[in-house]
């Protein structure tokens, strides 16, 4: 195995969203002679979930907003699950961070008449503070931050997949990567003195998902098979409106942006009714775990539209105005053959966010020294609910914070020597699908998409965790039998998605035991069979670790480092 290409760094990037971008170049700017390598599973700025984002990025910056009340915000939807330290450098690092996208990266956000940078109304929010690029805020951020890194000459594997995290020879510390290189089949060993874990979480296990296709939690997975431990696993956000297009198009499950509901949409159920005043009284202005589980309630009652979601309802605020307001939503529901402008259009909840991820610090270091985690590949900041317009700043926000740590890190540091038998072990496992026969993955694929979505998803009870628990064994075991066959290791998409699947049924597995662990009610985690929150005082996260092919979970008291259930750090004038 000596023979296996090997590449040195000092800092390695997995990822290149707003984590994993941030990261590089506030790197560079501390140490500009550092190497620095992004490695990307598709192509730097053109994939990943920060470019996906419409509505926007949450902070404090308009008269009688503060980053106190952002922070209670982020609190209260947390549900008192958030690490509150995480949170409040959320919130206050956020100020900070929009003022450097703006004037040092040049994103230009919509504006207000007077000059002020215009923020519109997004749910569980007690201020408008969610800052815009119309409803294509992503794009505006990835595209400048991706011209910054290509101006630096920050070193590129593209199309270069992580596979394991190695440690070093010694067991103490994190020593590199082992690499797939997409366009040969080859296998490429990365040593890095300090690795950013930026990968993006993303819950395509679901049968209706908002990310990309390609993102297979593989950073949530690789960390678990390096014995790290994750947080918050149960907590799966599912944005209320994702696109209901009908069978056969990955249009379905795509975001129709909660600026919708923010600016006056309204949501009908099958009959035509406006439901949501039966559940909250924010109405569709609730948070998204709440709307989520009125619209499964809808349907569940058996007043759901044709294609089995709800409707949602813009005409009322006029074609000209929604045609102006959400130009992309307007195009991306043309594109499917609907007019938001004028017509009633099926949506329906879709698997968005984790809000669970790996214990991490608030200088982003983890508890493998060397590895930093960044984005949503991280837990604790947002609890059991992310406010909507929190994700980017979480990744923004941290990956500078990581960007900064790793090039103090690596400054009085040397490379390891890696562990070659863990790589060896990795590559064996790994190849194996090319040794056996070729078996049907696309069933496995469907199969765990339904076993998710109906016994692991937006309402849950212990009989369908137990079911999910079996099912998701008998999956692996699956699909540790079947393989693809002797074929073209070049761009092979069947042999990504015998390792998609594989990183995903862990993940799942991961999600199910924590959602078992958890005998109440919080959040985006919701039980039929315990439906109170219980104890805020007494509140607890769930920690899950990998152990000898077996996942062991316990849960952990939340720490109130700086306000206690009840209190508020608000002072009213």
Same mark, same amino acid.
Request: hydrophobic residues 40%; proline residues 3%.
């Given at each position: ?6 590449? @040195? ?18 790197? #560079? ?41 952002? /922070? ?11 690490? !509150? ?36 109304? /997004?749910?569980?929010?007690?201020? =408008? ?5 119309? =409803? ?75 990310? $990309?296709? @390609?993102?297979?939690? =593989? ?13 918050? &696993?149960?907590?799966?956000?599912? #944005? ?37 005043? %039966? ?46 307001? /959400? ?11 609907? @007019?938001?402008?004028? =017509? ?13 991820? +790996? ?45 900064? $740590?790793?090039? #103090?890190?690596?400054?009085?540091? !040397? ?45 849950? %009870? ?9 099912? +998701? ?25 015998? &390792?998609?699947? !594989?990183?995903?049924?862990?993940? $799942? ?57 009840? !209190? ?6």
């Amino acid at each position: 195995m000596s023979t296996i290409p090997t590449i @040195d760094t000092d800092i390695l990037i997995l990822g290149s969203g707003g984590a994993g971008l941030f990261a590089a170049l506030h790197a #560079h700017q501390a140490n500009p002679n550092l190497n620095i390598t992004i490695a990307v599973k598709g192509l730097l700025g053109k994939c990943g979930c920060t470019r996906m984002v419409q509505g926007g990025y949450n902070v404090a910056l308009a008269e009688g907003d503060s980053v106190e009340r952002h /922070f209670m915000d982020t609190i209260e939807g947390g549900k008192w699950l958030s690490d !509150q330290e995480l949170a409040w450098t959320l919130v206050s690092k956020a100020v900070e961070r929009i003022h450097e996208l703006e004037n040092e990266l040049g994103c230009f956000f919509d504006r207000n008449p007077d000059g002020t940078v215009h923020q519109k109304a /997004f749910a569980g929010q007690t201020f =408008d503070r969610t800052v815009h690029k119309g =409803d294509l805020t992503g794009i505006e951020i990835i595209n400048r931050l991706a011209e910054q890194v290509w101006a630096r000459g920050i070193n590129r594997l593209e199309e270069h997949r992580a596979i394991e995290l190695i440690h070093s020879s010694d067991g103490k510390s994190l020593a590199g990567v082992l690499m797939l290189n997409m366009q040969t089949g080859q296998f490429v060993l990365v040593r890095a003195k300090a690795v950013l874990l930026a990968t993006g979480g993303g819950p395509t296990m679901y049968k209706y998902h908002t990310p $990309s296709g @390609d993102k297979s939690c =593989d950073g949530l997975a690789m960390a678990l098979r390096a014995g790290l431990i994750l947080r918050d &696993m149960e907590m799966v956000q599912f #944005h209320p409106t994702g696109l209901l297009a009908g069978p056969g198009t990955r249009m379905t499950g795509t975001v129709i942006e909660e600026g919708l509901r923010g600016a006056g949409g309204y949501l009908l159920n099958g009959n035509q009714d406006r439901f949501m005043g %039966n559940y909250d009284p924010r109405n569709e202005r609730a948070t998204r775990d709440i709307v989520s589980r009125s619209i499964n309630s809808e349907i569940r009652a058996g007043r759901a539209t044709p294609n089995g979601g709800v409707y949602i309802q813009m005409s009322h605020l006029g074609p000209e105005n929604v045609r102006k307001l /959400f130009k992309g939503m307007v195009e991306r529901c043309a594109d499917s053959g609907f @007019d938001l402008t004028k =017509d009633l259009v099926e949506v329906v909840p879709t698997a968005h966010y984790m809000m669970g991820g +790996l214990v991490f610090k608030k200088d982003c270091s983890t508890d493998l020294p060397g590895l930093f985690a960044a984005g949503e590949d991280t837990g604790g900041v947002h609890g059991a609910n992310r406010l909507g317009g929190n994700g980017v700043a979480n990744s923004t926000v941290f990956g500078g914070i990581a960007g900064e $740590s790793m090039a #103090h890190w690596v400054s009085a540091r !040397q490379l390891s020597e890696c562990n070659m038998d863990e790589v060896v072990a990795s590559i064996q496992e790994h190849e194996a699908p090319l040794k056996k026969m070729p078996g049907d993955i696309e069933a496995i694929r469907d199969e765990l998409a339904e076993c998710m979505w109906d016994d692991v998803g937006i309402s849950r %009870n212990q009989q369908g965790l137990l079911r999910a628990r079996q099912t +998701l064994k008998q999956l692996a075991a699956k699909l540790n039998q079947i393989g693809v066959g002797d074929i073209q290791r070049e761009y092979s998409n069947t042999w990504q998605d015998w &390792m998609n699947l !594989q990183n995903l049924i862990l993940v $799942s597995q991961a999600v199910t035991e924590a959602a078992i662990a958890r005998e109440n009610s919080r959040g985006a985690h919701y039980r039929d069979d315990f439906p109170e929150p219980g104890s805020l005082e007494d509140s607890y996260y769930t920690a899950v670790h990998f152990n000898h092919q077996d996942l062991k979970i316990e849960n952990r008291p939340v720490q109130f480092t700086m306000i206690k259930p009840g !209190q508020t750090i608000l002072v009213e004038a």
